[in-house]
């Protein structure tokens, strides 16, 4: 589903200049997570594979595209495969949470079945009490379920969640992992970035970024 060969990464923050080059591959419908402390590149890494920013050197394959090779129209086509859900994901002041849900369908050309969809995330998530909720109105971790809701809506072929789970009471969490492991047992290649592994992490790849020294290579 996706694979990195050489893929270079910032890690150590802002301004410290430090980087690795990661291999790693993540077939569909596996359950795959990246544990690493502050620091060790784990945001860098999220926003690469959700193509949110392109690595500096190294290549990158999803659904067995080489992104080196297909051009905007196709690098447009595969994000439409991907949902992604930040460690603090941003919601609409004005927007409803079922809006909120039709939209990655709608931005993936599925409007048809749009509102289906919204509706069953909420329901597998258990958070249909929100439905009519504005954004504005959501508290902190109201707006995390939102993030992993949009992130998940129409189970795309790849989920990455970047850590938002680990800020949530442990009733949540666990629930939104028994969520995303029904997305994996449905097809969809599923990565938890995270400091810690989850409890899920025994029955899948377990990616270590653990703080190393620029240019550290880990293949």
């Known amino acids: 589903m996706i694979a990195l060969y050489d893929v270079r990464v910032p890690t150590g923050g802002e301004g410290r200049g430090g980087a690795r080059a990661l291999s790693w591959r993540v077939e569909r419908g596996q359950w795959a997570e990246v544990v690493g402390g502050a620091g060790s590149g784990k945001s860098a890494l999220f926003e690469v594979i959700t193509l949110m920013s392109q690595p500096s050197s190294g290549r990158l394959v999803v659904a067995g595209r080489n992104l080196e090779r297909v051009g905007r129209a196709g690098l447009s086509a595969v994000r439409r495969e991907i ?8 919601v ?11 939209l990655p369908m709608v931005a993936r050309g599925g409007a048809a079945g749009a509102l289906a ?12 009490h929100l439905r009519d909720v504005p954004g ?5 971790q109201e707006r995390m379920l939102v993030g992993v809701m949009m992130a998940t809506v129409g189970d795309p072929k790849l989920v990455v969640i970047d850590a938002v789970h680990e800020a949530m009471e442990a009733a949540w969490r666990g629930r939104v992992l028994s969520w995303l492991w029904q997305l994996k ?5 599923v990565v938890v970035l995270g400091r810690r592994p989850t409890s899920r992490s025994s029955s899948g790849e377990v ?12 293949c």
Request: charged share 20%.
């Open 83 to 90: 949902g992604g859900c930040a460690q603090w994901p941003a």
């Open 92 to 102: 609409l002041a004005g927007r409803t949470v079922v809006e909120h849900a039709v």
């Open 117 to 128: 969809a919204a509706e069953a995330v909420l329901e597998g998530l258990g958070i249909a």
């Open 136 to 140: 504005a109105e959501l508290s902190a």
């Open 185 to 189: 047992e449905r097809g969809s290649a």
């Open 207 to 218: 990616l270590r970024l653990d703080a190393v020294a620029p240019e550290a290579a880990l």
